[in-house]
């Protein structure tokens, strides 16, 4: 499938029964954020704090939980990690990278996707996986076993295929709505499992950044793993399997779901700029 043929695919998205309305809610909510007092100076506290609120909630999606002090003190270096990890350590050992990388990467994501799915994958599987799978996708004859409760992964072939559109469609997101290339981008590399580990951590690392590359939230402080997880994450998980799918009505769940996550995780982040404010935050 072409680059062209891959806009015209996603851009019919948002021509399914309420998504624009959907879109437009998300657009909103950002913009909104933007203009919160503490945004005028104080941007990269907000967004820091954003970074350690959208690790913690990632990882709960993944099964994973610290509190967001643990969490707070483990991304600004106040505690270290313990020698012999235990395996919501190691978890969240490569969420928090994942996460603190999506502050690095800026442009990459959209300039040179694949650059950013590998530095992505570094981050989030370094010791989950061996060293020779860090960073690329599987070959054939390896597997995923993340997300079998959606369905089983595909091929490696056919994973490697989904993940060169989803290259594709970063590429040339310049022309379409940034809300639905976040959610396509994150919903693929789920469905496709290119990764033998860390997939999920990449898909929301993916949207995140897409997110503020995109301009929808260039502040970076809208927290949209926290939108993902809310309720504990059923959402989540039953938008994705609907995505699956792959008729309009399942795609066109998993968008809503994923535009109220956007809004979600701005109203999150009006909540930290008000901390930012008040000094409320340790």
């Known amino acids: 499938m072409s680059q062209n043929e891959i806009q015209s695919s996603v851009a019919a998205l948002a021509a399914l029964p309420g998504i624009s309305e959907k879109v437009d809610a998300a657009r909103e909510a950002c913009t909104q954020l933007r203009w919160h007092n503490a945004l005028r100076r104080r941007i990269p506290e907000a967004a820091a704090e954003s970074r350690v609120r959208g690790a913690r909630a990632s990882g709960e999606l993944d099964g994973a939980r ?15 990690w313990h020698d012999d990890p235990d395996p919501v350590e190691q978890v969240m050992r490569g969420v928090l990278a994942a996460t603190a990388e999506t502050e690095r990467l800026g442009p990459v994501v959209l300039n040179a996707p694949m650059q950013a799915l590998a530095r992505l994958h570094t981050a989030a599987a370094a010791g989950l996986v061996p060293d020779d799978e860090l960073g690329r996708p599987r070959k054939d004859g390896e597997d995923s076993r993340e997300f079998l409760e959606i369905s089983p992964a595909p091929s490696a072939a056919e994973a490697r295929d989904r993940l060169q559109r989803v290259v594709e469609l970063l590429a040339g997101a310049a022309s379409l709505p940034v809300p639905i290339v976040a959610a396509v981008a994150h919903a693929e590399i789920i469905t496709a499992r290119p990764f033998t580990r860390g997939n999920g951590v990449v898909a929301r690392a993916v949207e995140r950044a897409v997110i503020q590359a995109g301009g929808l939230d260039p502040t970076g402080v809208a927290v949209p793993e926290v939108g993902h997880g809310a309720g504990g994450g059923p959402a989540y998980f039953g938008g994705l399997t609907a995505y699956v799918r792959g008729d309009a009505a399942g795609v066109g769940l998993w968008l809503a779901h994923s535009c109220d996550a956007i809004v979600a995780g701005a109203q999150e982040g009006e909540r930290i700029a008000d901390a930012v404010l008040a000094g409320r935050l340790s």
Do not use: P
Not at 67 to 77: A, F, P, Q, W
């Open 66 to 80: 610290l509190s967001v002090e643990i969490v707070r003190d483990l991304m600004r270096g106040a505690v270290t």
